[in-house]
């Protein structure tokens, strides 16, 4: 449950791209600290926490998505907490 290359920095107004060749689910990008990423796939993660909050219902992710983007500050993928939903085939 990782994407490869894992770590990349990205200076200010970059531009970074996602490919998904499985198409099975919709994915999320969560700016995490490290320390709260957790040791194997099925360990507690706090930027999965954080993704939850993309899903009207975080215990039933069939329901559907509400929010495509959260953001805790300002606007931009910039801060710990923000993360964006990326919806299957994008």
């Known amino acids: 449950m990782r994407c490869a290359p894992g770590t ?3 200076a200010s107004g970059g531009t970074v791209t996602f490919h998904d060749n499985s198409n099975n689910d919709a994915h999320t990008i969560t700016i995490s600290p490290k320390a709260a990423l957790p040791r194997s796939a099925d360990g507690p993660c706090k930027a999965r926490q954080i993704a939850s909050g993309h899903l009207k219902d975080p215990n039933d992710p ?14 931009g ?3 710990v907490g923000d993360s964006l939903a990326i919806a299957v085939g994008s």
């Not at 495509?68 to 606007?75: I, P, Q, S």
């Open 62 to 75: 069939s329901k559907g998505v509400k929010a495509w983007v959260l953001n805790k500050g300002l606007a």
């Open 77 to 79: 993928l910039d801060e």
């Open 8 to 10: 990349i920095r990205v």
